[in-house]
């Protein structure tokens, strides 16, 4: 038997990708944070319900803490969000072996860097995940729209076989032989959206509207940024990426909105925070990026949320 991916982290992601991959017979393991969340987890059954069109699917998925078990964890997905990962990771160290290989799905940049400097001899890949799910519930994932899954090593080399597990499981992925565009490029698609959908508190389609005249600097900068980061498109490019984004998921709420919907802590240190940093480190100057930044810290701390 294949050894089975385990997917460290509950949240709509990782449950919607446990659920997917056993829909199509591919074993997998959930691994919780807290005691509780497994009790809570056997307490149902170790039952997933993958809710699609109205239609509820229950999935069987065994739950588990990291250190219940000794069993080596040979491919691992971190599906936490992005502040979360260093935590995460050091609670399933012990049972990475030599050969483990790791999938990060975390939004924003930093994080998968930070993994890749921990783990120097694993091979760690990094992804780009687009498809919307929601939690309804704890157990409960609501698969909302279908998106693109693009896959990356950005230490180079080919595309690792089990990730053919993920094409058997339906999943839309590509293998992308230079990731790190890739990600930057969905960065500057956050930036744009996810702070003015928090702050405004809209849906992702009223944004420009929103935004009025900060909007195309907004975009400006945010080219110069990706320029400088080796990113190869032009302005009118990236602001077509950004509107067919704003357009496909207009309206929905950003995850930084529901974030701060939820009282729940947000992604901004790895979303605007990396921004505001690599524009710093590459001296340019960013009034528009800079004023955002600090306009949802405050907006955060005035909700009793972390600025980070
Ligand atoms: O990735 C997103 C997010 O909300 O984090 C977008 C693309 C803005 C969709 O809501």
């Known amino acids: 038997m294949s050894d089975p991916l385990h997917i460290l982290g509950a949240g709509s992601l990782g449950l919607l990708l446990a659920a997917r991959c056993t829909l199509a017979g591919a074993p997998c393991q959930l691994i919780l944070r807290t005691r509780e969340a497994v009790c809570a987890w056997r307490q149902r ?25 000794a069993q080596p964890i040979r491919l691992l997905v971190v599906a936490t969000k992005a502040w979360a990962v260093a935590d995460a990771l050091d609670s399933v160290l012990h049972r990475l072996t030599p050969d483990s290989q790791i999938l990060l799905l975390q939004n924003g940049l930093g994080s998968q860097q930070a993994v890749s400097r921990r783990l120097p001899d694993h091979r760690v890949l990094y992804a780009s995940v687009t498809d919307g799910a929601w939690l309804r519930s704890p157990n409960q994932v609501v698969w909302a729209g279908s998106g693109q899954t693009l896959i990356g090593d950005p230490a180079a080399g080919p595309a690792p076989d089990w990730l053919q ?40 389609g009223e944004v420009p509207e929103r935004a009025g005249a900060i909007f195309e600097p907004l975009l400006a900068e945010l080219h110069a940024l990706l320029s400088s980061e080796g990113v190869s498109l032009s302005l009118a490019e990236l602001r077509e990426r950004i509107l067919a984004v704003i357009r496909a998921t207009a309206s929905n709420s950003s995850s930084m909105r529901q974030d701060v919907l939820a009282g729940r802590r947000t992604e901004i240190d790895f979303i605007l925070g990396h921004a505001w940093r690599s524009a710093r480190q590459a001296g340019l100057s960013t009034p528009v990026l800079d004023a955002l930044y600090l306009q949802l810290q405050n907006h955060l701390t005035e909700r009793g949320l972390p600025r980070n």
Do not use: F, M, Y
């Open 45 to 69: 059954d170790n039952l997933l319900l993958l809710e699609q069109q109205g239609q509820s699917t229950p999935l069987k998925v065994a739950g588990e803490l990291a250190d219940e078990s």
């Open 165 to 204: 597990r993920l094409t058997r499981a339906g999943i839309d992925w590509r293998w992308e032989s230079d990731i790190l565009p890739v990600l930057w490029l969905k960065l500057a698609v956050n930036c744009a959206i996810n702070p003015l959908s928090a702050l405004h508190d809209c849906p992702n």
